[in-house]
């Protein structure tokens, strides 16, 4: 018999919905100790909630966060409503003693991040950030390659981050749906909602980014409230952000991030440039990794896709037989997977609050560096 873990799940939007697929779904398919329980799930609208619940299977519905905090029937607490609720309820939760999940970004900004670190350590409780794209096969795999040694000394990493849901001026801003594109519940635009991604990938591959050179631009200035028609209000956010990076290696980096690249839904790449081989990837293509080795012998040398399906990739034991393609919501499964197996060992398992406190120390540098037009330290 598994070890329950009772789970209450704050927010109920497109990463509630991630969320409760992965509690379904992670001890179908991984051997755990410790076997998910949808216990609560929170939100203010009950109707709402209450259909939620019942579609995803929640066993309680609450309407006050504090109150499920309260609750002696919930061990771990999972924070996916907007950013500028993560900070308060995530010292309630360290504080009660419970597990702490969170939503990237972690926090509205590096201070607030910092808090909610000190808290949980002091706490002594296990935490982590769903920081997702480190659990596509294909990036676990590239990690591996790294680790390996092949790529050499590392000389470039080129990440971009690009969507194109915001480009109608008609589209208000802030309420349920649109809160992303409020800088009071979302803290920044595409730095903290998308580069916060691609910030965590570069630092897990390649390690900490020492300084940072930045551009923003907010292309709609304005656009009417999403909870208040009639009403129009500047938008505070970053439309689009690009920078340039140094590594503490040595190596440099360019990242680019937009809401505004027409035909782009969810395009986010990363190439590394090393001394021996090189590796890129495309979300888009998720299932591939392209590798190119200058070892090779010149007549074959070129640039190889690799399939990351088989059964020796990363992950891809515990989905279906080789070839079978699997997607997105996996990379959720596969980071709960993790964390579960971490916590039965007592180990921790990355991202966890510090890494998230670094990836937010990044973007605010980022943040600033456009702001003064100047570069920044980390
Ligand atoms: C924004 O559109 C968003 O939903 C991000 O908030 C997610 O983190 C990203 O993975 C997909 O796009």
Known sequence: MNKRINVGLVGYGFMGRAHSNAYRQVAKFFDLEYEPVLKAVCARNEKKLEAFADNWGWESCETDWRKMIERDDIDLIDICSPNNTHREIAIAAAQAGKVVACEKPLAMNADEAKVMT????????????????????????????????????????????LQDWTMSPSLPQGGATLWRLDADAAGSGVTGDLLAHSIDLAMWL???????????????????????????????????CAFLARFANGALATFESTRYARGRKNQHTLEINGQDASIAFDLENAHELSYFDHRDEGHLRGWRNIQVWDSDHPYMEHWWVPGCVIGYEHTFIHTLADFLAGLAKGEKTCPDFRDGLATQVVCDAVLSSARNQRWETT
């Open 118 to 161: 000190d808290t949980v350590e002091k706490a002594g409780v296990p935490n982590m950030v769903w920081f997702n794209y480190r659990r596509v096969p294909a990036v676990a795999l590239a990690k591996s390659i790294l680790e390996e040694g092949r790529i050499g000394r590392i000389f470039h990493y080129r990440a971009k981050y």
């Open 206 to 240: 390649i390690g900490s980014i020492s300084s940072v050179c930045a551009m923003t631009e907010t292309f709609i200035k304005e656009r009417e409230l999403q909870d208040e028609p009639g009403k129009i209000m500047p938008v505070r956010i970053d439309d689009a």
